[in-house]
């Protein structure tokens, strides 16, 4: 039985291969790859999700940026639920012993590009409680922060001119806290382990 | 405070007098009294109370009475029918300070006794859980809320400190630098 011809839609079309000249390099690889880190900053800065650590009391002031008054979703900033999806951490406040293991850890397990603020005075340079038995002095020794925002604790204008402030260093590429800790991690990890000891954490929730 | 509520506590008060001769009415304030009791009651009195409506532990609270040489610890209970808190305060030595653990009275104490292990060094006895660290992981010096604990130097020896001199008015702010 001859073999029936099957109706020719049913056969791929075949194409004539078409040679193109591809047309002359007008730009550097170098150019091009810094034109894609331009549109990568600007994306970058309209969309932050961020993970508020509160480790303070500066965190009283975040609820008030976030509802309709100040209303931070204007900015294109949006509060996260887990470490692995956000872009920014927000240390509200100082760094005490117990929270510093758990905030490398949450800043370790967030994606790059991540960007750090710190809220207040007592991230600067412990603040009120800089002679307090458990508060570490200074953030900046353990993790990159990117930008401080001042005031104790501070209000929600500062905290959203903080924000466009951030806003402005990510699209400028100014905000290279993330590659400074990659590229400096001894130095971190060396602060860290000076500082609490040892950063693995042993509690009920982490056996 | 009403009538009846007066009435429920001076009933409950005579019974309390007469079961704990050793347990002295330090103040009253209405829905507030404090009792000073024995270490070696507190157990009784405790499970007492718990069955007289004081299902609440509040909190345990210590304060180191470091002239006398004691640690105070004060178990703080409240009754939700009545709206009557009942502070409960024993006396310790201050030197290897221990206590019998109330966990087995309420559960709930587990917590409480931890942080008190964790800020005076005060030892629970029956209660293994309480050495485990609560806020102050691997801490290294002396329970912190001691008195003769200096919170300054601690800090000064222990954390990095940050020096500079601030400029003020509106051409202060030097620029940040990554140190
Ligand atoms: S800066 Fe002020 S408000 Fe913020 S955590 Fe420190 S003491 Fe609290």
Redesign the interface.
């Known amino acids: 039985m001859p073999k029936k011809q099957l109706p020719s839609r049913f056969y791929p079309v075949k194409h004539e291969m078409q040679t193109v000249e591809a047309p002359a390099e007008k730009i550097s690889p170098q150019q091009r790859a810094e034109t894609w880190e331009k549109i990568a900053q600007y994306f970058r800065a309209n969309s932050l999700w961020m993970l508020n650590y509160c480790t303070g009391c500066c965190a009283i002031e975040l609820p008030l940026v976030m509802t309709s008054r100040f209303d931070m979703e204007r900015l294109g900033m949006m509060p996260m639920a887990t470490p692995r999806q956000a872009d920014i951490l927000l240390v509200t406040g100082y760094a005490s012993l117990k929270t510093l293991r758990r905030l490398i850890y949450t800043y370790e397990q967030m994606g790059t590009p991540k960007y750090v603020v710190a809220f207040g005075p007592c991230a600067v340079n412990g603040g009120i409680y800089h002679d307090a038995y458990a508060v570490l002095n200074r953030l900046d020794l353990y993790l990159p922060v990117d930008l401080y925002i001042a005031g104790c604790m501070p209000k929600p204008e500062a905290v959203m001119s903080g924000f466009m402030k951030l806003i402005e260093l990510i699209e400028s590429g100014k905000a290279t806290g993330w590659k400074d800790y990659e590229q400096r991690y001894e130095w971190y990890k060396k602060n860290q382990l000076e500082a609490v000891g040892e950063v693995f954490i042993h509690d009920e929730f982490h056996e | 405070m009403t009538n009846s509520m007066n009435s429920v506590k001076a009933r409950w008060a005579a019974q309390m007098r007469g079961m704990f001769p050793d347990a002295r009415l330090k103040k009253d304030r209405g829905t507030e009294m404090t009792y000073e009791i024995l270490p070696r009651d507190l157990h009784q009195i405790l499970a007492y109370l718990k069955n007289s409506g004081w299902r609440q532990l509040s909190m345990i609270t210590g304060v180191d009475w470091i002239e006398e040489g004691q640690f105070e610890l004060v178990y703080n209970l409240f009754d939700w029918e009545q709206g009557l808190r009942v502070l409960l305060s024993i006396r310790i030595g201050r030197d290897k300070p221990q206590v019998l653990t109330i966990t087995n009275i309420y559960a709930g104490a587990q917590y409480y006794e931890r942080e008190i292990h964790e800020f005076f060094g005060i030892e629970f006895i029956g209660n293994e859980d309480a050495l485990?660290s609560l806020?102050?992981?691997?801490?290294?010096?002396l329970p912190?809320l001691r008195k003769d604990?200096d919170?300054?130097a601690?800090?000064?020896k222990?954390?990095?400190?940050?020096f500079y001199d601030p400029v003020y008015g509106p051409q202060g702010g030097a620029p940040?630098e990554?140190?």
Do not use: G, I, M, T
């Open positions: 485990k806020f102050l992981e691997r801490w290294d010096a912190p604990f919170s300054r601690y800090s000064d222990k954390y990095v400190k940050r940040f990554r140190s």
